[in-house]
């Protein structure tokens, strides 16, 4: 199964496994499941990082390379990734959690949250 992680999932897989929860865990760690990583996460987190959010304290490039290392797969944004936007409901206006949500609808892949407000998109969203 192709998985799609959300921005804290990659942190988390990346730097605090101990985070997440044992559905996550199981799935990441399952070699039949494909990982992939978007852009818009790296995106999110080079904006947070230069803005000092402690919670964001990690180069996007070292993080990105490391993804690439370890077999995950990088989703670019593309403009069928941002109209599909248009069609979402306005459950959570975080723009970066909104391509995220397009790209799995797009794409056809499952996207793994950690968000309660993502998870009530309906579509190949699964809370973990």
Known sequence: MKLLLDTHLLLWAAGAPER???????????????????????????????????DFHVDSRVLRRGLQDHGYGELPITSAHAVAIDSLPLIHKDPFDRILIAQAIVEGITLLTTDSLVARYSGPVRPV
Do not use: M, Q, V, Y
């Open 20 to 54: 997440l929860s044992p559905a996550a865990r199981a799935l990441i760690e399952d070699p039949e499941n494909e990982l992939i990583f978007s852009a818009a996460s790296l995106w999110e987190i080079a904006i947070k990082h230069s803005l000092g959010r402690a």
